[in-house]
């Protein structure tokens, strides 16, 4: 099969989408809003499943150069900052699964999938264009974007994020639902952090209804933090809304200097907040010639850190399905077969490891999680895209 794939949305899914894709021969057109290619300054945390797949598409020297690697992350006390928990993310995760963690910026990782896209074909990445319409026929679907402009594909993929417009268009709007969270998230010049506030440099507070993540990314350059907090109501999603230090140091009042620390050194163009809203998964991901991948086909809360990570394990599949297969009906039924199961478990436990990390009551917490993490033995890792039988 050598359709013309057309992807709307050049995030970290679409653009895994193109490499996959592209690397195996097919012809693929990316179509973006953004008129440049960029990403928010902010982490990312990527478990060994989406290291296998990032290797396979021939990434590993930018994880090695790039990325931070973790060998231990501490679970800390919110006031007091005593280890509650220690988690491998290193050397115990390789010999069990073959691969580790790995702490990014994400525009260093959606940089180098842009690269190595526009390496197999410069024009495969086409800017500026937003998409507002969607229809399809019996031998191709038809896109119209926001200038008037159109074109036309044979099999269509919509990575264009939880708020997909694609989505939207093929399936009808979701019900959304606000999760009472609101986030922080801000990165933090290294030289300025002192070194005794970083004892393992991954680690995670938590407290009554609120929990800070912070690591380092950029080769160690940038110290990344996300904090949640409960908020009874919020009306904006998205994650450029600007905040303040004072506001974030108001709702962290009382704890630990090893969180504080961090906050007190934001720079405030840095620092961002906004509110978290989750989506009930779809019953299926594709329609006629249209398929989802993503935050669009799967949106998810960020608790254990994986919506980019099953976004690039779909981008994978994805191609392998089509690969694999004569028509775009077999295509999608690979896709979905070898996707669906694994992207709703991850969804749910996600929702789940919310409601632990806000245990008012942080030592019991301690006892429940001692000596094992919120992702560990419920088969997180235990998945392969790149040998997932499609
Ligand atoms: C606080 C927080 C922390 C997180 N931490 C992690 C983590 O540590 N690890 C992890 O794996 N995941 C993490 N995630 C989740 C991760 O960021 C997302 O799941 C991931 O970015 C989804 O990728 P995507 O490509 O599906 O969508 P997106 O990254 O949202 O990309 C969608 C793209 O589509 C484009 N687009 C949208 N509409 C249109 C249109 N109409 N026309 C054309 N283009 C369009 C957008 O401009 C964008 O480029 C976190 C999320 C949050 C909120």
Not at 52 to 60: D, I, K, P, Y
Not at 227 to 236: H, K, V, Y
Not at 356 to 367: G, I, K, L, V
């Amino acid at each position: 099969m050598q359709p013309h794939i057309g992807i709307v949305g050049a995030g970290i899914g679409g653009l895994t989408a193109a490499l996959a894709l592209l690397r195996a021969g097919q012809r693929v057109t990316v179509f973006e809003q953004a008129p440049v290619l960029a990403e928010v300054g902010a982490g990312l945390s990527l478990s060994p499943t989406a290291a296998h797949a990032l290797n396979h598409l021939g990434l590993h020297d930018m994880l090695q150069a790039k990325a931070h690697h973790p060998e231990d992350q501490c679970v800390r006390h919110w006031r007091d900052g005593r280890p509650l928990n220690w988690v491998n993310r290193g050397q115990k995760l390789i010999e069990r699964y073959g691969e580790r963690y790995y702490l990014v910026h994400r525009a260093d990782l959606h940089d180098a999938l842009a690269a190595a896209v526009r390496a197999c074909d410069p024009q495969a990445v086409r800017l500026g264009r937003r998409c507002t319409g969607v229809s399809q026929d019996a031998r191709g679907v038809d896109l119209a974007f926001v200038d008037g402009g159109t074109a036309r594909v044979d099999l269509l993929v919509g990575a264009d994020g939880s708020r997909s417009p694609v989505r939207n268009q093929v399936f009808g709007p979701l019900g959304v639902t606000y999760t009472g969270y609101i986030a922080w998230r801000g990165l933090v010049p290294m030289h300025l952090v002192p070194e005794d506030i970083l004892d393992p440099p991954s680690g995670l507070f938590i407290g009554p209804g609120h929990l800070v993540n912070r690591y380092p990314v950029r080769s160690g350059e940038l110290l990344n933090f996300v904090a949640f907090a409960e908020r009874e109501a919020w009306t904006e999603e998205g994650w450029a809304i600007r905040s303040s230090r004072a506001e974030l140091l108001a709702e962290f009042e009382g704890w630990t200097p090893m969180v504080r620390r961090i906050m007190e050194l934001v720079p405030e163009d840095q620092l961002f907040k906004w509110g978290l809203f989750d989506r009930e998964p779809l019953a299926a991901w594709s329609k006629g010639r249209v398929t989802l991948l993503g935050d669009a086909a799967h949106p998810i809360l960020p608790f254990l850190g994986h919506g980019a990570v099953l976004a690039i394990e779909d981008a994978v599949v994805l191609a392998r399905a089509i690969g694999a297969s004569s028509s775009i009906d077999e295509a999608f039924a690979r896709y979905e077969n070898a996707r669906r199961e694994r992207a709703t478990f991850v969804v749910l436990e996600s929702r789940k490891a919310g409601k632990a990390f806000h245990d008012p009551d942080s030592d019991s917490y301690a006892q429940r999680v001692k000596g094992k993490a919120a992702d560990e033995g419920i088969g997180l890792f235990s998945y392969n895209p790149v040998t997932q039988p499609v």
